[in-house]
C-alpha cells in the first residue's frame, strides 16, 4: 500500500489523536449539543488546562482559581472543585464567583446549608447578579423556606431580563 500525504486528513488526525480541543472550540460544539456527553468532557478538559495554565502564571489568581474549579466540577470532582473554589476565597475572598461557584458544588453534594451561606456572601459581593439570587430562590424553596425563596426570585426578576423569566414564574408558580 502506497502512503498518500493528505494536509487536511493528517492535520484531522493530529487534532484527534494528540492536541486537545481549545475552550473556544469545545464550547462550540456544546452549543450545538448540549447533551453530548464527550463534549461536557472535552469542555472540562480544555477548562483545566487553561485553569492549570493560568495558575502556573499566578497562583494567588482568584479567576485562575474559579476556572479550575469550574473544570473539576465538569469534570464530577466536586470536591477538588470545591478546593479549588475555597483556594481562590483564600486568595481574594472579595470575588464573588468563587462563592457561587462552592455552593454550586456544595448544594450538588446535598450539603444546603453551606452552599446557602456561600450564595448569600456571593450576594453581598455582587448583588446584581441575578444568577446568585436565582441558586439561592431555588435551593431555598427546596429545603422549605418558601418565602424566603420567593423573595429571592422576585430580586432576580427584577435584575433579569424578560426573556430570561420563563424559568423564574415556574419555580413561584411551583412554590
Given at each position: 500500500m502506497k502512503f498518500v500525504y493528505n494536509e487536511e486528513k493528517n492535520e484531522a488526525m493530529r487534532h484527534l489523536l494528540i492536541m486537545q480541543p481549545t475552550v473556544?472550540?469545545?464550547?462550540?460544539?456544546?452549543?450545538?449539543?448540549?447533551?453530548?456527553?464527550?463534549?461536557?468532557?472535552?469542555?472540562?478538559?480544555a477548562l483545566s488546562l487553561v485553569?492549570?495554565?493560568?495558575?502556573?502564571?499566578?497562583?494567588?489568581?482568584?479567576y485562575a482559581w474559579y476556572v479550575y474549579g469550574k473544570a473539576l466540577s465538569l469534570q464530577k470532582d466536586y470536591e477538588g472543585a470545591i478546593e479549588a473554589h475555597s483556594r481562590g476565597i483564600v486568595y481574594?475572598?472579595?470575588?464573588?464567583?468563587?462563592?457561587?461557584?462552592?455552593?454550586?458544588?456544595?448544594?450538588?453534594?446535598?450539603?444546603?446549608?453551606?452552599a446557602l451561606a456561600d450564595y448569600t456572601v456571593a450576594i453581598?459581593?455582587?448583588s446584581d447578579n441575578w444568577t446568585y439570587w436565582y441558586y439561592r430562590a431555588?435551593?431555598?424553596?427546596?429545603?422549605?423556606?418558601?418565602?424566603?425563596?420567593?423573595?429571592?426570585?422576585?430580586?432576580?426578576?427584577?435584575?433579569?431580563?424578560?426573556?430570561e423569566h420563563y424559568p423564574l414564574i415556574h419555580w413561584i408558580y411551583t412554590t
Open positions: 473556544e472550540e469545545a464550547k462550540a460544539k456544546l452549543d450545538k449539543d448540549d447533551t453530548d456527553a464527550a463534549a461536557w468532557y472535552e469542555y472540562g478538559t485553569g492549570k495554565a493560568l495558575l502556573e502564571k499566578d497562583e494567588t489568581d482568584a481574594d475572598p472579595f470575588y464573588a464567583p468563587n462563592y457561587f461557584g462552592r455552593g454550586r458544588r456544595q448544594n450538588a453534594m446535598r450539603r444546603t446549608w453551606p453581598h459581593l455582587d431555588t435551593s431555598l424553596n427546596m429545603n422549605g423556606h418558601l418565602e424566603e425563596s420567593i423573595d429571592d426570585f422576585r430580586e432576580c426578576m427584577r435584575l433579569s431580563n424578560p426573556a
